[in-house]
């Protein structure tokens, strides 16, 4: 589990010592009782953050089935946190990731779609390389007819510090093959978009 979920590939003493520069730089005692133990808990922290840096999406998007499935298949709402590549703070809200089997009718797992969004979500990021990561790995591993990605999220870069917006949702799409035709792209749009 500790291999898979990356904690082995980052190398957390190093997260350690740069933790505790920043806790002098802004001048905090790291030595006080409550931060004696913070790098070790941020080191920690930051390998599953930063987990898929080191993992590969064959792995995940190689269980697949052939049930002859021929039609959308769409998971909405799958929650996801990531980090923003420019000022190393959380950017969080859902995916929808749906795709149109190709012809020999091969699906994958559901949770493997999840599980694909969680993967290049951890990983230092910005929002519209995260959409397209998730829609070029169901291309390359699933051989659909069609793929739709989208992904509203809220960054704390501007809720929480600069512009200050808390609440603006940055909305992101990829659409790849056959769900770039109109009529396509509208269904599955309103399927996305409807609250049931
Ligand atoms: N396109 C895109 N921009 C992002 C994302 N996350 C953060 N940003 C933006 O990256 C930009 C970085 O701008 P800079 O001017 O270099 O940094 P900054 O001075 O901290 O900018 P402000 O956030 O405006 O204070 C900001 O406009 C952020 O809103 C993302 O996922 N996609
Ligand atoms: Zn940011």
Known sequence: ??????????????????VREILLAIGENPDRDGLQETPARVARAYAEFFSGLHEDAADI?????????????????IPFYSTCEHHL??????????YIPGDEGKVTGLSKLARTVD?????PQVQER???????????HLNPL????????????????????????TVTSAVR???RDGATRAEAMSLIMSKH
């Open 119 to 123: 993967l290049f979500a951890r990983r």
């Open 130 to 140: 995260l959409t397209t990561q998730v829609a070029e790995a169901l291309v390359d």
């Open 146 to 169: 069609g793929v739709i990605v989208v992904v509203e999220a809220e960054h704390m870069c501007m809720s929480m510090r600069g512009v200050k917006k808390p609440g603006a949702k």
């Open 61 to 77: 998007l190689s269980t697949t089935f052939d049930i002859g499935h021929s039609e959308l298949v769409l998971v909405k709402d």
């Open 89 to 98: 703070v959380p950017f969080h809200g859902v995916a929808h990731v749906g």
């Open 1 to 18: 589990m500790a291999e898979r979920d990356g904690v082995t590939a980052v190398d957390q003493p190093r997260i350690e010592a740069a």
């Open 177 to 179: 093959g056959a769900l």
